[in-house]
């Protein structure tokens, strides 16, 4: 059994800034892609930032410049660094884990989701 517990989600005015977090626990063997994900209501989910194992970033182009991903492999958590916030951002951000089961079979994994709300 594998838990994700992400963190940070908030209200915040147009222009200001969140951290978000995402602690994975539990049988894990090893740590492949790390990253965040969001859904806005009526919207399907898409990829907002990945982050490999050896340190690799990808982006989605409406976050370039404003997001920034990292990880730290000895925590097992992923953070992303919001700026310059705008409504578009609004959505539930969830977290993903791509990890190593003891048999090395990657397995994806997903948090609960934390809610990011942009709004004056």
């Known amino acids: 059994q594998v838990q994700l517990v992400e963190s940070g989600g908030s209200l915040v005015q147009p222009g200001g800034s969140l951290r978000l977090s995402c602690t994975a626990s539990g049988r894990i063997f090893g740590i492949s892609d790390m990253g965040w994900y969001r859904q806005a209501p009526g919207k399907e989910r898409e990829l907002v930032a990945l982050?490999?194992?050896?340190?690799?970033?990808n982006y989605a182009d409406s976050v370039k410049g404003r997001f920034t991903i990292s990880r730290d492999n000895a925590k097992n958590t992923v953070y992303l660094q919001m700026n310059s916030l705008n409504a578009e951002d609004t959505a539930v951000y969830y977290c993903y884990v791509q990890y190593f089961s003891r048999a090395a079979v990657r397995i994806n994994s997903w948090g609960q989701g934390t809610q990011v709300t942009v709004s004056s």
């Open positions: 982050i490999g194992s050896g340190g690799s970033t």
